[in-house]
């Protein structure tokens, strides 16, 4: 099933102003295994057909049989990085310099995983009487990756990567908002050797996503996306007891203590909540600041937020580009209007440029004088909205930080060593940060604790959510029966 996908220029509004770009006309690209509109059961069962024949030839490789591929694959998209951040501009409406960032990072994680796929191994165990048992860590089978807008290519290759890695195949549906550069991904990997529909590209909303959760031969699903639709994932899966790993929302506390680096803490404010124009489920949006420094940090705060460049997000000097929808805009801005004290931005912004005045732009907020029960300190604003509280004391700080049904990061900004440890150990938080923020290595684990997700994405342990462990005892002498 491969066909080609028009020009995203007729789409939405891109190259238009509707997504925030000025230029670039996208050539006809071919999708593997996919489709130019919404696919269902008909293309998904080809889908998953395609990937379980895939799977079976794919997972009888050595690992470093599968790892060369990867590798090969990682060398591709190193080669097209450009190209590729220059789509998912289009695609995202972020800024080109996150956008190489975000290449770079699914480049790495492809070579990390690429690099683990020839470790996978079990364990020895020796028994009496010369008898002995072994474990084998064995590939689950046909896996289901569901992605969200705010990070496309990304994603697709942090789930993708660790599959693959582990003899899996995947059928991917990326957000049908940003429906592009997975199929960049399956290209890549088709071009670095991968057998025919080991990596599929699906396009579709919840219908779709529903037909793949349900699907008799998917053997995992892995969803990045909001809390509720993770649920209903989890619903769904739950029907074929599949086992699921889920990345959801996050309302994270970030905690800076008056021996703070103020500037270092405003820089790290900053990157907790304005990468990709805030929409990102991990930012610390509840910004904690201890009351003897809070003048200083807000001013110095404030007049960073300000000088922030707003615009073509393929101009090298932007450092903001448009939010992902119109419906997304309205929604981060009604959130801004509900009462809280507005120190800056919030407001639509309409560039000078008139190619882009269509575009869903905002300046950047900050909102001072938060209390806990404020709609933006309690909601997930999924934006370039901050709002700063203050604080007194060390329990007080924990205390409202982790009150909260959401756990997917925390950060704290101090001097004392012992402090930021012991803070740390009492966070409800599966990703925290010491004097920094939003740093996402993909050695190191990322998901969350208590409503923002089940498993885990980058770093070793991952190998555990796409693999099963098979135990095999093996007897040596004569059957000692109890008949």
């Not at 994680?109 to 796929?117: D, F, H, K, R, S």
């Not at 994603?155 to 693959?164: E, T």
């Not at 908002?177 to 529909?197: D, F, M, R, S």
Request: aromatic letters at 8%; one cysteine or more; charged letters at 20%.
């Amino acid at each position: 099933a491969t066909t080609s996908l028009l020009s995203l220029s007729n789409r939405k509004g891109v190259g238009k102003g509707g997504r925030g770009c000025s230029r670039l006309q996208l050539k006809g690209i071919f999708l593997i295994n996919s489709c130019p509109s919404l696919c269902g059961a008909d293309e998904v069962n080809q889908a998953v057909k395609a990937a379980k024949s895939a799977f079976g030839y794919w997972s009888k490789m050595s690992g470093m049989e599968r790892a060369r591929i990867m590798i090969d694959a990682a060398h591709i998209i190193e080669n097209r990085r450009e190209e590729i951040a220059e789509m998912e501009v289009v695609n995202n409406g972020k800024s080109i310099t996150e956008a190489r960032l975000d290449v770079d990072s699914a480049r790495l994680c492809i070579e990390y995983y690429a690099g683990l796929a020839s470790t996978l191994a079990g364990q020895h165990v020796q028994l009496a009487g010369g008898s002995f048992a072994y474990t084998r860590r064995e590939p689950l089978g046909v896996c289901a990756g569901i992605g969200a807008w705010n990070y496309p290519f990304q994603i697709a290759a942090w789930k993708s990567a660790p599959a693959l890695a582990c003899g899996n195949s995947m059928v991917f549906k990326p957000s049908p908002v940003t429906p592009v550069t997975a199929v960049l991904l399956a290209e890549i990997y088709a071009k670095a050797g991968a057998p025919e529909g080991l990596f599929n590209v699906v396009q579709g909303g919840q219908e779709t996503g529903s037909l793949l959760c349900h699907h008799p031969d998917v053997a995992k699903v892995s969803f990045t996306g909001s809390v509720p639709t993770g649920q209903k994932i989890m619903e769904m899966a739950s029907k074929g007891i599949k086992p699921v790993t889920l990345e959801l929302g996050g309302k994270s506390p970030l905690i800076i203590f008056e021996d703070s680096d103020v500037e270092n803490a405003v820089k790290g404010a900053l990157m907790a909540n304005f990468l990709s124009q805030g929409q990102v489920c991990s930012n610390g949006t509840r910004v904690f600041v201890q009351k003897d420094i809070l003048p200083e940090f807000v001013d110095e705060v404030v007049k960073r937020t300000r000088a922030i460049s707003i615009g073509d997000p393929l101009l090298e000097s932007t450092r903001m580009g448009a939010l992902v929808s119109r419906l997304h805009l309205d929604k981060v801005l009604f959130h801004v209007q509900q009462g809280a004290k507005v120190l800056c931005g919030g407001e639509p912004f309409v560039p000078s440029d008139p190619k882009l005045r269509g575009g869903y732009y905002m300046s950047p907020c900050v909102l001072g004088d938060c209390t806990d029960d404020m709609t933006c300190v309690k909601e997930e604003i999924f934006g370039p909205v901050m709002s700063v509280l203050s604080f007194e004391t060390e329990e007080e700080a924990l205390r409202r930080a982790n009150d909260t049904t959401l756990g997917l990061a925390a950060g704290v900004f101090t001097r004392d060593v012992k402090r930021a440890h012991r803070v740390v150990e009492h966070l409800k938080a599966g990703s925290c940060f010491i004097n920094n923020y939003n740093v996402t290595p993909v050695e190191v684990p990322f998901g969350g604790f208590k409503m923002s997700g089940i498993g885990r994405e980058n770093g070793q342990v991952t190998i555990e959510f796409y693999s099963q462990m098979k135990t095999v005892f093996v007897e040596m002498g004569d059957v000692d029966s109890l008949f």
